[in-house]
């Protein structure tokens, strides 16, 4: 060891000055890609401003939103892990980022560190005719019929957790925190609507394990070392695929059956099915779809947006208590819990204001704030501004969704009614599901399951929020969610619960 720092010493000096070598250097091509658009003037040699990212992302990204909203530009930039990054919050330019996603423009990544955590499977990584192809495949798994067979299993699964919420409350006498309750209910949703009948009690608790992983990773710097978060995710995630393709096995050897769909695999395999035979008919091999995979993509999709519009929902129905009784009222004269029954779709589809509530939450607070993108090549964003290949874009679908509408920065589900038909004057800002070739395909389902909720929600049970300052600031838990974790009172509101069955 000695010897080793004897040998240093001479060095020390050449090292020292190649050390600021480097960072001159860094530090000239940020400025130099940089030029006069808004953003720091300095930044930490490698790390740039990921630390205060991970520390604290939504102070993070209201200062890019700051620098954006600075100047007529419409984006603003930074640095981070080495990394030049843009972030827009202007719409227009938001859609150029969204329809040029190809191999000459853009690569929507979904996580600036996306591949090495998702895996290269995943239906974000593909485009092109490969992409069109697998959408269509996906296409009969949001058909009426089967979303209908997802609402009945929905509701089950939500009235389940909201007596399990209401005794909660009730033991605790004091305030319970929504978020972690709402996560859970919603990976229960998920795991039922997407795989039914084939991931078992145990195999759902190690499912539940893993995702847990996987959900600390996406918030921690990519460290692929032992032990850490990032490469326990990363693992997490191999598992989960492994399971779900598992249920997918089970799934085909039902469908061959000729058993009835039950679940979302069980649509898909239906028609993957006859898809291969078409093909073995026609003596082109058998498409590779692999659907296990792809299942990890809804769930991931489907859960962390889900929970956060329910705990949006929550708060600003407190919060808005005109709202709330439009709401009650709404759903009394189109279901009661004493007829036991399940709400069909129909009665769903008649629930016209509380769709536009729904619809409201999602614009007012839009779940996937920003949707990351890796320029290709140099891309001419304006005419003064070209994005250098390499760069993380960050479209931003909650400012756009917070620009164009009639006053956007207040929550007022009117501006969906037929009267005023905002969907349709703005609907190049409503982004909260994206645009272009990558829109959210089970964007339906969503609305579905937050129309559900809501309605459930408001009718068998009372609640009051536990206000404290701050306790709705936005915080990023990867999507956002209001700082408390949602804490609330809760009591039974009917008479009785429904008697729920899928028969």
Not at 10 to 31: D, H, T, V
Not at 48 to 67: E, H, K, M
Not at 89 to 115: M, Q, S, W, Y
Request: aromatic content about 12%; some cysteine.
């Amino acid at each position: 060891m000695n010897t080793f720092v004897t040998f240093l010493q001479p060095l020390a000096p050449y090292l020292f000055s190649l050390f600021l070598l480097l960072l001159f250097y860094e530090q000239i091509s940020y400025l130099r890609k940089k030029r006069s658009f808004p953003g720091p003037s300095l930044v930490l040699p490698f790390f740039g401003n990921a630390i205060s990212l991970v520390r604290n992302p939504t102070r993070f990204w209201d200062l890019q939103s700051y620098y954006a909203k600075s100047s007529p530009s419409g984006f603003s930039v930074n640095y981070i892990i080495g990394r030049f990054i843009v972030f827009i919050r202007d719409t227009e330019l938001c859609h150029k980022i969204f329809a040029n996603v190809r191999p000459d423009a853009f690569l929507l990544v979904g996580h600036p560190f996306g591949k090495k955590l998702f895996g290269e499977h995943n239906l974000i990584y593909t485009m092109g005719q490969h992409h069109k192809d697998l959408r269509r495949r996906i296409a009969p798994n949001f058909t009426p019929k089967a979303l209908s067979t997802y609402t009945s299993l929905q509701q089950i699964i939500i009235l389940d957790h909201l007596k399990k919420w209401e005794s909660l409350s009730s033991l605790s006498h004091s305030p319970i925190a929504l978020r972690l309750l709402a996560r859970d209910m919603n990976l229960e949703t998920s795991q039922t609507v997407f795989v039914g009948p084939y991931l078992g009690v145990e195999a759902r608790r190690r499912f539940n394990f893993d995702y847990n992983f996987f959900n600390v990773g996406l918030m921690k710097l990519p460290i692929d070392l032992p032990g850490t978060a990032f490469r326990n995710a990363r693992l997490a995630v191999g598992r989960l695929v492994e399971t779900l393709t598992g249920c997918a096995e089970q799934s085909k050897a039902s469908m061959e059956r000729g058993e009835e769909p039950s679940c979302l695999v069980d649509f898909w395999m239906q028609e993957s099915l006859k898809e291969q035979a078409a093909a073995a008919e026609a003596g082109q091999p058998e498409p590779d779809l692999k659907i296990g995979a792809h299942l990890f993509d809804f769930l991931f999709a489907a859960q962390d947006a889900s929970t956060s519009s329910l705990l949006w929902a929550v708060t600003l129905l407190d919060s808005h208590p005109e709202v709330l009784a439009k709401v009650r009222e709404e759903v009394a004269g189109i279901w009661s819990p004493e007829s036991d029954s399940l709400i069909t779709a129909e009665q769903l589809m008649e629930m016209k204001y509380t769709q536009a509530v729904a619809r409201e939450v999602i614009r007012y607070r839009a779940p996937a704030t920003l949707v990351p993108h890796i320029a290709a090549v140099d891309y001419p964003l304006t005419e003064s501004f070209t994005i250098p290949k390499g760069t993380i874009v960050f479209p931003s679908t909650y400012e756009s969704c917070l620009q164009g509408f009639t006053e956007p920065d207040r929550f007022d589900p009117d501006r969906f009614s037929c009267e005023r038909q905002e969907d349709r004057l703005y609907k190049r800002n409503y982004l909260a599901f994206g645009a272009g070739s990558h829109q959210c395909v089970g964007q339906r389902y969503a609305l579905n399951h937050l129309v559900l909720f809501i309605a459930m929600f408001s009718t068998l049970l009372d609640f009051k929020r536990h206000r404290t300052d701050g306790c709705d600031d936005i915080a990023f838990v990867p999507t956002i969610c209001p700082k408390d974790d949602c804490r609330v009172f809760l009591s039974r509101r009917c008479r009785r619960y429904p008697l729920l069955s899928l028969r």
